[in-house]
């Protein structure tokens, strides 16, 4: 923790008023279900995210225990450093907002689990990071999960109860998720696509799917990615021909380019090099590529009286996406994400655009996150879009917390509006 103590500190310090103040609108009483004795985990009806980070928590606790009994302070210190940022605040928590967002009566008991199990792991970590930051921790203690006059008057929870709920298949399965939606967040920013914008679908390539037998585990792949539809293939190759064959025989989007190594090939033809390439470019590629496959060379005749058996290290591999696509490669995963995007998608786009825009007004504005405002006002808008938004109006209100959702296509200057640029346009924004 060394490195950045101040970042991990302050994500400690907001994760817990993140849970205390969603906690405290719903009225959940942190010590109607802890004791010193355990937590009740056989009552916690449990989705595949909780197993995840519960599963990451008994192996926190079994490491940073062995850590601290042996007195290597640092290593502890770095395995709580990675749970807090990586685990808990960049994964756990991104996949549980919308349940706390809801509202509905009915899914007060989802809430109420999410809130045991944040519990949970921030009292651990407290617990656990005591003797490196006492006075920090004691006082993150005391304002949300008193029950002593101090945390030493606290135990550090043991995992036995954790053993019943950890798995390492959902852990392993979510491992090769977080890759997967790693790949895709870097193709988003290479090519300009927002995060936030709904694509239409996404076709990924593995040599393993066993992960995708986990309960729930496409869906949060598809929430992760925010894509509408994913495929997910198994996929193998021993050599570039084999990948680019095995793509193409699974219908992958993607077109092959085959090139002639003239460093290579100009040793052999001399000064042929030149018609050799131009009879090349014209053969079948497909062609070319199954008989590498079977015979290990592709023969070609490149002129009266003259040919040549050309092998995979005469030529130069490589595929490109079909046009509407976008490729990235990593490890053993190959994806391909649809980058075209019909009306309902760009209008879910700027719903989610709105929603960050008016959630960040909110924030600048001082309102605590739980607070359900009167109205938000949207202006610049076409008619067109207004007519198009009144159709996610209940999912914009509760993304926002508001009563009311107004939007018009003029600014009333006397409201005060934020303004605000959105793909090169100008939107006006104001709350009460």
């Given at each position: 923790?060394?490195?950045?103590?101040?970042?991990?500190?302050?994500?400690?310090?907001?994760?817990?008023?993140?849970?205390?103040?969603?906690?405290?609108?719903?009225?959940?009483?942190?010590?109607?279900?802890?004791?010193?004795?355990?937590?009740?985990?056989?009552?916690?009806?449990?989705?595949?995210?909780?197993?995840?980070?519960?599963?990451?928590?008994?192996?926190?606790?079994?490491?940073?225990?062995?850590?601290?009994?042996?007195?290597?302070?640092?290593?502890?210190?770095?395995?709580?450093?990675?749970?807090?940022?990586?685990?808990?605040?960049?994964?756990?928590?991104?996949?549980?907002?919308?349940?706390?967002?809801?509202?509905?009566?009915?899914?007060?008991?989802?809430?109420?689990?999410?809130?045991?199990?944040?519990?949970?792991?921030?009292?651990?970590?407290?617990?656990?990071?005591?003797?490196?930051c006492p006075f920090f921790t004691e006082y993150l203690y005391q304002s949300c999960f008193k029950q002593f006059d101090s945390i030493l008057m606290e135990n550090l929870p043991g995992s036995e109860e954790l053993d019943m709920i950890a798995n390492k298949k959902v852990e392993a399965a979510?491992?090769?998720?977080?890759?997967?939606?790693?790949?895709?967040?870097?193709?988003?920013?290479?090519?300009?696509?927002?995060?936030?914008?709904?694509?239409?679908?996404?076709?990924?390539?593995?040599?393993?799917?066993?992960?995708?037998?986990?309960?729930?585990?496409?869906?949060?792949?598809?929430?992760?990615?925010?894509?509408?539809?994913?495929?997910?293939?198994?996929?193998?190759?021993?050599?570039?021909?084999?990948?680019?064959?095995?793509?193409?025989?699974?219908?992958?989007?993607?077109?092959?380019?085959?090139?002639?190594?003239?460093?290579?090939?100009?040793?052999?033809?001399?000064?042929?090099?030149?018609?050799?390439?131009?009879k090349f470019e014209s053969e079948d590629k497909i062609q070319i590529l199954k008989q590498l496959q079977v015979k290990g060379f592709y023969h070609l005749d490149y002129s009266p009286n003259k040919s040549i058996d050309l092998t995979m290290t005469d030529m130069d591999f490589t595929f490109?996406?079909?046009?509407?696509?976008?490729?990235?490669?990593?490890?053993?995963?190959?994806?391909?994400?649809?980058?075209?995007?019909?009306?309902?998608?760009?209008?879910?786009?700027?719903?989610?655009?709105?929603?960050?825009?008016?959630?960040?007004?909110?924030?600048?504005?001082?309102?605590?996150?739980?607070?359900?405002?009167?109205?938000?006002?949207?202006?610049?808008?076409?008619?067109?879009?207004?007519?198009?938004?009144?159709?996610?109006?209940?999912?914009?209100?509760?993304?926002?917390?508001?009563?009311?959702?107004?939007?018009?296509?003029?600014?009333?200057?006397?409201?005060?509006?934020?303004?605000?640029?959105?793909?090169?346009?100008?939107?006006?924004?104001?709350?009460?």
């Amino acid at each position: 923790m060394s490195s950045r103590p101040h970042q991990v500190l302050s994500t400690l310090f907001f994760l817990h008023i993140y849970y205390q103040q969603n906690a405290n609108y719903d009225q959940f009483k942190f010590t109607d279900w802890y004791s010193r004795s355990g937590w009740k985990a056989k009552d916690l009806s449990l989705r595949s995210q909780d197993v995840w980070i519960l599963t990451k928590l008994r192996d926190l606790i079994d490491e940073s225990s062995h850590l601290l009994s042996s007195c290597r302070f640092h290593e502890a210190s770095h395995a709580v450093e990675d749970f807090i940022i990586n685990s808990l605040s960049q994964t756990y928590v991104p996949l549980i907002r919308y349940d706390l967002w809801s509202d509905d009566l009915d899914n007060q008991n989802r809430r109420f689990t999410v809130y045991r199990i944040l519990s949970r792991c921030l009292l651990t970590i407290d617990i656990i990071l005591h003797p490196i930051c006492p006075f920090f921790t004691e006082y993150l203690y005391q304002s949300c999960f008193k029950q002593f006059d101090s945390i030493l008057m606290e135990n550090l929870p043991g995992s036995e109860e954790l053993d019943m709920i950890a798995n390492k298949k959902v852990e392993a399965a979510f491992d090769k998720i977080k890759g997967i939606s790693s790949l895709s967040f870097s193709l988003r920013n290479r090519h300009k696509l927002k995060r936030r914008w709904p694509l239409e679908s996404a076709q990924i390539y593995l040599d393993e799917i066993e992960f995708l037998k986990v309960v729930g585990i496409k869906e949060l792949l598809k929430e992760q990615m925010n894509v509408e539809n994913i495929e997910v293939k198994n996929f193998r190759a021993n050599n570039i021909v084999e990948k680019i064959l095995n793509l193409m025989n699974l219908k992958a989007p993607i077109i092959p380019s085959i090139t002639i190594n003239r460093k290579s090939v100009a040793k052999i033809v001399k000064s042929d090099i030149g018609i050799l390439i131009d009879k090349f470019e014209s053969e079948d590629k497909i062609q070319i590529l199954k008989q590498l496959q079977v015979k290990g060379f592709y023969h070609l005749d490149y002129s009266p009286n003259k040919s040549i058996d050309l092998t995979m290290t005469d030529m130069d591999f490589t595929f490109i996406p079909r046009n509407g696509y976008v490729i990235g490669e990593k490890e053993n995963t190959i994806l391909l994400i649809n980058t075209s995007r019909n009306e309902e998608l760009i209008i879910k786009g700027l719903v989610k655009d709105l929603a960050r825009n008016i959630q960040q007004l909110r924030k600048e504005l001082g309102y605590s996150p739980t607070q359900i405002l009167d109205t938000a006002y949207i202006s610049n808008l076409s008619p067109e879009e207004i007519s198009k938004l009144l159709n996610f109006e209940i999912d914009l209100k509760n993304l926002v917390r508001v009563n009311r959702i107004e939007f018009s296509n003029k600014t009333d200057e006397d409201k005060g509006f934020k303004k605000i640029e959105l793909d090169g346009r100008e939107i006006s924004l104001y709350i009460l």
